[in-house]
């Protein structure tokens, strides 16, 4: 799998800190913006998401590059209403050539077991196999041959989202609850985002970290001392 923030709001701290302070100035938006120091807009930050005033969040935005994830993945992932998506399609393009197999990801615990991955193995040369058939000997489109791919075919896509949304997303992904691959694309997610908006996103992780408690009731991991060591940022 590969994460890479491409693209994100210049300065980001100091928009954040401009959407907060334009509301109770009667100052212009440009005299203010203009006067905003580094040191002010981190100020400002960290109040503002330590009262849980998320929606200036929204004015900046991040845009990943997601890559070698399956379908499962991307389908989850999807679901987010409030980000843009652009995935690579299935039924535009031919991910075969004859004898070569369809990329897909493999799950850890198939392959550990030698049945299973020799069995997933198999699926997948005879998905191969049926792809390249239908797009290159039977005529048939590949809006109907993609039928014939496993869930686990590899995926690429780009994804836009205001920084609200994405401290939103990584609460839920970054969960010990959350499916493992959605959950390895939240930490690497956090990770990039950190880099840039430290303010914010050194608060983010999953709820235990984030509020302090934990919303899964009797379904809870019960590893929540050690979740929150493990989202703690170094110092």
Same mark, same amino acid.
Request: charged content about 25%; proline content about 4%.
């Given at each position: 799998?590969?994460?890479?923030?491409?693209?994100?709001?210049?300065?980001?701290?100091?928009?954040?800190?401009?959407?907060?302070?334009?509301?109770?100035?009667?100052?212009?938006?440009?005299? $203010?913006? /203009?006067?905003?120091?580094?040191?002010? =807009? !981190?100020?400002? &930050?960290?109040? #503002?998401?330590?009262?849980?005033?998320?929606? $200036?969040? /929204?004015?900046?935005?991040?845009?990943? =590059? !997601?890559?070698? &994830?399956?379908? #499962?993945?991307?389908?989850?992932?999807?679901?987010?209403?409030?980000?843009?998506?652009?995935?690579?399609?299935?039924?535009? &393009?031919?991910?075969?050539?004859?004898?070569?197999?369809?990329?897909?990801?493999?799950?850890?615990?198939?392959?550990?077991?030698?049945?299973?991955?020799?069995?997933?193995?198999?699926?997948?040369?005879?998905?191969?196999?049926?792809?390249?058939?239908?797009?290159?000997?039977?005529?048939?489109?590949?809006?109907?041959?993609?039928?014939?791919?496993?869930?686990?075919?590899?995926?690429?896509?780009?994804?836009?989202?205001?920084?609200?949304?994405?401290?939103?997303?990584?609460?839920?992904?970054?969960?010990?609850?959350?499916?493992?691959?959605?959950?390895?694309?939240?930490?690497?997610?956090?990770?990039?985002?950190?880099?840039?908006?430290?303010?914010?996103?050194?608060?983010?992780?999953?709820?235990?970290?984030?509020?302090?408690?934990?919303?899964?009731?009797?379904?809870?991991?019960?590893?929540?001392?050690?979740?929150?060591?493990?989202?703690?940022?170094?110092?």
């Amino acid at each position: 799998m590969k994460v890479k923030l491409i693209d994100y709001t210049a300065n980001p701290a100091a928009i954040i800190a401009l959407g907060a302070r334009v509301c109770y100035t009667n100052k212009d938006v440009t005299e $203010v913006a /203009e006067n905003i120091t580094k040191e002010e =807009a !981190v100020k400002f &930050v960290n109040k #503002i998401v330590d009262a849980k005033h998320m929606s $200036v969040l /929204e004015h900046v935005n991040f845009t990943f =590059a !997601v890559e070698g &994830v399956s379908r #499962i993945m991307t389908h989850q992932l999807v679901r987010h209403r409030l980000c843009t998506f652009h995935e690579r399609s299935q039924r535009y &393009v031919n991910m075969t050539k004859l004898g070569e197999l369809v990329p897909v990801v493999e799950p850890l615990t198939i392959a550990q077991h030698p049945e299973a991955h020799a069995m997933y193995a198999k699926l997948n040369a005879l998905a191969s196999e049926f792809l390249f058939m239908c797009m290159n000997e039977w005529n048939i489109p590949g809006e109907d041959a993609r039928f014939g791919l496993l869930q686990g075919t590899e995926s690429q896509l780009i994804m836009t989202c205001n920084a609200a949304e994405l401290v939103h997303i990584l609460k839920l992904r970054t969960c010990n609850r959350a499916q493992w691959e959605i959950r390895e694309f939240g930490f690497r997610c956090l990770a990039e985002a950190r880099k840039v908006l430290p303010e914010v996103f050194n608060k983010v992780g999953p709820s235990c970290y984030a509020e302090g408690k934990c919303p899964e009731g009797r379904m809870t991991c019960g590893k929540m001392i050690e979740v929150q060591k493990e989202f703690t940022p170094e110092a």
